[in-house]
Antibody, heavy 121, light 106 residues
Framework: QVQLQESGPGLVKPSGTLSLTCAVSGDSISSTNWWSWVRQAPNKGLEWIGEVYHSGSSRFNPSLKSRLTISIDKSKNQFSLKLTSVTAADTAVYYC??????????????WGQGAPVTVSS | IQLTQSPSSLSASVGDRVTITCRASQGISSYLAWYQQKPGKAPKLLIYAASTLQSGVPSRFSGSGSGTAFTLTISSLQPEDFATYYCQQLNIYPLTFGGGTKVEIK
């Protein structure tokens, strides 16, 4: 059974850096899947942040690209998110998810339970 | 690509047939998925490729459409189906989600 687990600080100061890690079990981070981050601001909808492949290739939401790094640690079977220069608008629950391909189709089939992050001084 | 869901909320009774619509600002073929989200929980994949039921999802859920117009139908609403539903397009980056449809108990 594939499982994803987010971890990281729940409180970040304005202008600081938000850092989260997603530990993957039941699948190899070096498989043919992409690994993604999605966030949800309080009482709002879902926003795709970006995704990474084990080769190091990545795709980012243009709205966040200048502040965003997503990386992979094969030795620990995990991937990470770093978002710099955060503001209150970055307060959200952050989810990691597996992006699986079946034939032509992509699907976000496994998700972490979510990590709430508040940006506040 | 913008995805517009309608309605944004609805009230329904157990046993009702419920239909949620998702419209894309440009054609996305069948690269559309539907998710169910309950309060405090992660989204759960229901349907991908517009109409393919994810393994383990009850058959009362169905999806249809292609191009710019899609629907999610729950044939007979069950108590555990009260939740918020989101569509997602996976045709063009950046991937985007619809604004959500909250299904509440009448």
């Amino acid at each position: 059974q594939v499982q994803l687990q987010e971890s990281g600080p729940g409180l970040v100061k304005p202008s600081g850096t938000l850092s989260l890690t997603c530990a993957v079990s039941g699948d190899s981070i070096s498989s043919t899947n992409w690994w993604s981050w999605v966030r949800q601001a309080p009482n709002k909808g879902l926003e795709w942040i970006g995704e990474v492949y084990h080769s190091g290739s990545s795709r980012f939401n243009p709205s966040l690209k200048s502040r965003l790094t997503i990386s992979i640690d094969k030795s620990k079977n995990q991937f990470s998110l770093k978002l710099t220069s955060v503001t209150a608008a970055d307060t959200a629950v952050y989810y990691c998810a597996r992006v699986h391909r079946i034939d032509l189709w992509l699907l976000f089939d496994y998700w972490g339970q979510g990590a709430p992050v508040t940006v506040s001084s | 690509i913008q995805l517009t869901q309608s309605p944004s909320s609805l009230s329904a009774s157990v046993g009702d047939r419920v239909t949620i619509t998702c419209r894309a600002s440009q054609g996305i073929s069948s690269y559309l998925a539907w998710y169910q989200q309950k309060p405090g929980k992660a989204p759960k994949l229901l349907i991908y490729a517009a109409s393919t039921l994810q393994s383990g999802v009850p058959s009362r859920f169905s999806g249809s459409g292609s191009g710019t117009a899609f629907t999610l139908t729950i044939s007979s609403l069950q108590p555990e189906d009260f939740a918020t539903y989101y569509c997602q397009q996976l045709n063009i980056y950046p991937l985007t989600f619809g604004g959500g449809t909250k299904v509440e108990i009448k």
